[in-house]
Protein backbone atom coordinates (compact mmCIF):
# COMPACT_ATOMS: atom_id res chain seq x y z
CA UNK A 1 0.00 0.00 0.00
CA UNK A 2 0.79 3.18 -0.90
CA UNK A 3 1.12 5.97 1.36
CA UNK A 4 2.28 9.68 0.79
CA UNK A 5 2.42 12.01 4.25
CA UNK A 6 2.98 15.44 4.21
CA UNK A 7 4.03 17.51 7.27
CA UNK A 8 5.32 21.05 8.20
CA UNK A 9 2.11 23.28 6.80
CA UNK A 10 0.94 26.44 8.90
CA UNK A 11 0.71 29.73 9.29
CA UNK A 12 3.35 32.36 8.34
CA UNK A 13 3.74 35.79 8.22
CA UNK A 14 4.82 37.18 4.53
CA UNK A 15 8.63 36.86 3.87
CA UNK A 16 8.91 33.86 6.51
CA UNK A 17 9.87 30.23 5.85
CA UNK A 18 8.50 27.17 5.17
CA UNK A 19 10.18 23.33 5.07
CA UNK A 20 7.82 20.77 3.85
CA UNK A 21 8.15 16.88 4.40
CA UNK A 22 6.62 14.39 2.25
CA UNK A 23 7.45 10.77 3.63
CA UNK A 24 7.06 8.27 1.22
CA UNK A 25 6.14 4.30 1.73
CA UNK A 26 5.40 1.34 -0.43
CA UNK A 27 7.10 2.30 -3.32
CA UNK A 28 10.84 2.03 -4.52
CA UNK A 29 11.17 5.52 -3.77
CA UNK A 30 15.07 6.32 -5.59
CA UNK A 31 13.37 5.13 -8.61
CA UNK A 32 10.29 7.73 -8.71
CA UNK A 33 10.02 10.87 -9.78
CA UNK A 34 8.23 13.35 -7.28
CA UNK A 35 6.61 16.70 -7.16
CA UNK A 36 5.33 19.48 -5.07
CA UNK A 37 1.76 21.16 -6.16
CA UNK A 38 -0.40 22.86 -4.50
CA UNK A 39 -4.22 23.95 -5.03
CA UNK A 40 -5.99 27.53 -4.09
CA UNK A 41 -9.10 27.92 -3.16
CA UNK A 42 -10.97 28.26 -6.09
CA UNK A 43 -7.94 27.83 -8.28
CA UNK A 44 -7.09 24.34 -10.10
CA UNK A 45 -3.82 22.37 -8.63
CA UNK A 46 -0.56 23.27 -10.65
CA UNK A 47 3.17 22.46 -10.16
CA UNK A 48 5.20 24.17 -7.52
CA UNK A 49 8.06 21.76 -8.36
CA UNK A 50 9.42 18.45 -9.43
CA UNK A 51 12.92 16.31 -8.97
CA UNK A 52 13.08 13.15 -11.09
CA UNK A 53 14.67 10.02 -10.00
CA UNK A 54 18.09 11.71 -11.45
CA UNK A 55 17.50 14.87 -9.16
CA UNK A 56 16.85 16.79 -12.00
CA UNK A 57 14.70 19.85 -10.73
CA UNK A 58 12.07 21.56 -12.14
CA UNK A 59 9.93 25.06 -10.36
CA UNK A 60 7.21 27.11 -12.07
CA UNK A 61 7.95 30.25 -12.34
CA UNK A 62 6.05 32.03 -9.39
CA UNK A 63 8.79 30.24 -7.20
CA UNK A 64 11.94 30.31 -8.84
CA UNK A 65 14.28 31.79 -6.30
CA UNK A 66 12.44 31.42 -3.51
CA UNK A 67 11.64 27.42 -3.54
CA UNK A 68 13.66 24.66 -3.32
CA UNK A 69 13.21 21.14 -3.91
CA UNK A 70 15.25 18.38 -2.83
CA UNK A 71 14.95 14.26 -1.93
CA UNK A 72 16.96 12.12 0.77
CA UNK A 73 16.54 8.52 -1.06
CA UNK A 74 17.26 7.00 2.20
CA UNK A 75 15.07 8.75 4.18
CA UNK A 76 12.32 8.26 1.45
CA UNK A 77 11.62 11.82 1.61
CA UNK A 78 10.97 14.65 -0.21
CA UNK A 79 11.40 18.06 0.73
CA UNK A 80 10.24 21.55 -0.08
CA UNK A 81 12.20 24.84 1.64
CA UNK A 82 10.21 27.72 0.76
CA UNK A 83 11.88 30.92 1.61
CA UNK A 84 10.16 34.80 1.15
CA UNK A 85 6.50 33.63 1.16
CA UNK A 86 3.90 35.89 -0.23
CA UNK A 87 -0.12 35.70 0.69
CA UNK A 88 -0.70 34.16 -2.87
CA UNK A 89 1.42 30.92 -1.99
CA UNK A 90 -1.40 30.12 0.52
CA UNK A 91 -2.56 26.67 -0.80
CA UNK A 92 -2.57 23.19 0.68
CA UNK A 93 0.55 21.16 -0.80
CA UNK A 94 0.14 17.99 -1.99
CA UNK A 95 2.93 15.70 -2.75
CA UNK A 96 2.90 13.18 -5.76
CA UNK A 97 4.68 10.56 -7.28
CA UNK A 98 4.89 10.71 -10.71
CA UNK A 99 6.69 13.30 -14.35
CA UNK A 100 4.00 15.62 -14.24
CA UNK A 101 0.54 16.78 -13.19
CA UNK A 102 -1.04 14.65 -15.74
CA UNK A 103 1.18 11.72 -14.64
CA UNK A 104 0.58 11.63 -11.23
CA UNK A 105 -0.18 7.77 -9.89
CA UNK A 106 0.07 8.69 -5.99
CA UNK A 107 -1.24 11.45 -4.02
CA UNK A 108 -1.01 12.65 -0.42
CA UNK A 109 -3.74 14.05 1.49
CA UNK A 110 -1.79 18.01 1.44
CA UNK A 111 -0.73 20.16 4.07
CA UNK A 112 -2.09 23.90 4.20
CA UNK A 113 -0.02 26.75 4.05
CA UNK A 114 -1.27 30.31 4.99
CA UNK A 115 0.54 32.81 3.92
CA UNK A 116 -1.19 35.61 6.31
CA UNK A 117 -0.33 39.32 8.05
Known amino acids: QVQLVESGGGSVQPGGSLRLSCRAS????????LGWYRQAPGKQRELVARIWSDFTTNYADSVKGRFTISRDNAARTVYLQMNSLKPEDTAVYYC???????????WGKGTLVTVSS
Open 26 to 33: GIIFSRND
Open 96 to 106: GVGRSLREVIY
